[in-house]
C-alpha cells in the first residue's frame, strides 16, 4: 500500500517505519530540511531502541523514503497519515496550526481519491475541522474528489514506541465510512495475528478515547505523587506502598511510580527544576 506520513516526529516516524517494515511503500514528509538530510544519511532525530535499524534496513530496501516536497507527498500515498505536532496554545489548548495545515495542503493539491488518517492527539471534533478545510480547497478548485477522514490515535510509549507499534494492544479506528476502515483494517492487518485488536467507532469516540487514556494515566501518577507526600509526612515507604496496592488486579502496577510529572495533551514527561 501507497502511504504518506506528514511529520517526521515521534509518532509519524515510528509509524512510517513500521508501516514500511511489513511491507508497505512510505514516504514521510517534513518540512524541516535539516531533519530530512540527517535521515537521509542514516541517522534519526530520536532515540528509541530498535528504530535507527528499522529506518536503516527500509530505506535500503525501497521501501521508506523520505522529502520536504509537499506536493510530492500528497500525490505519492492513497492513504495520508497526518502525525504533526498538536503543542499547547497561550490558553493551554492543543495548538492544530500544523494539523490543519496539512489538511488544507492534501485539499489543495490532491488529484485523486485519499483516505486521511489523524494520528496527531487532537481535541474531540477535529475529523470534522479536517472534513471541513479538505473541504472548502477542493470547492475553491471547483473539483469533487472522493476522501474520508480516519481518526487512529496513538498509544505509543517512550521507549517501547517500535514494540507498542508492532504488537499493539488496541487499534482504534474512527470512521463512518465502510470503504476506508476496511483499507486501514488491510493495513493494520500484519499486527494483529495473533487475535483481533481492532476496535471501530465514530471519530469523536475515537479522539475522546485518546484523551481519556491519558486522563486515566494521569490520574495514577498524581495520585501515586500526592500518596508519596503523605507517606513522607508520616513515614511510611511509598514504595512498598506501591507493591502493596499493586498487587490487586483491579489496580495493576503500571503507571503506578511517584517522581516525575508530564504536561501538555500529548502527556510527554517532564521534570521541574528548582531555582
Known amino acids: 500500500m501507497k502511504i504518506t506520513v506528514f511529520g517526521i516526529g515521534y509518532v509519524g516516524l515510528v509509524s512510517g517505519a513500521c508501516l514500511a517494515e511489513v511491507g508497505n511503500d512510505i ?10 538530510s540527517l535521515l537521509e544519511d542514516g541517522g534519526i532525530p530520536i532515540f528509541e531502541p530498535g528504530l535507527k535499524e528499522m529506518v536503516g534496513r527500509n530505506v535500503s530496501a525501497g ?3 523520505f522529502t520536504t516536497d509537499v506536493e510530492r507527498a500528497v500525490n505519492h500515498g492513497d492513504v495520508q497519515f497526518i502525525a504533526v505536532g498538536t503543542p499547547p496554545d497561550e490558553d493551554g489548548s492543543a495548538d492544530l496550526r500544523h494539523v490543519l495545515d496539512v489538511a488544507r495542503n492534501i485539499g489543495r493539491l490532491m488529484n485523486s481519491s485519499k483516505i486521511i488518517v489523524n494520528k496527531s492527539t487532537v481535541p474531540v471534533g477535529t475529523a470534522g475541522k479536517i472534513r471541513e478545510v479538505i473541504s472548502s480547497e477542493l470547492m ?36 463512518d465510512d465502510e470503504q476506508a476502515i476496511g483499507v486501514i483494517r ?15 467507532m465514530d471519530s469523536k469516540s475515537a479522539e475522546l478515547t485518546k484523551y481519556a487514556a491519558n ?5 495514577r501518577i498524581s495520585f501515586m505523587n500526592e500518596l508519596s507526600f503523605l507517606a513522607e509526612a508520616i513515614g511510611a515507604d511509598i514504595e512498598m506502598v506501591r507493591q502493596g496496592i499493586g498487587s490487586d488486579p483491579r489496580i495493576g502496577y503500571s503507571f503506578l511510580y511517584s517522581g516525575c510529572g508530564y504536561g501538555g495533551s500529548c502527556f510527554r514527561l517532564f521534570v521541574r527544576l528548582s531555582g
Not at 158 to 168: H, L, N, T
Not at 215 to 219: E, N, Q, S, V
Open 27 to 36: 514516504l514521510c514528509m517534513d518540512v524541516d530540511s535539516a531533519k530530512i
Open 63 to 65: 521501501r521508506l523514503q
Open 140 to 175: 475553491n478548485r471547483g473539483i469533487d474528489f472522493k476522501y474520508s477522514i480516519v481518526s487512529n490515535p496513538e498509544f505509543l510509549k517512550e521507549g517501547a514506541a517500535v514494540d507498542d507499534f508492532m504488537r499493539p494492544d488496541r487499534i482504534i479506528i474512527g470512521a
Open 186 to 200: 488491510a493495513l493494520y492487518e500484519p499486527f494483529q495475528r495473533n487475535h483481533n485488536r481492532i476496535i471501530v
Open 215 to 219: 486522563a486515566m494515566l494521569a490520574t
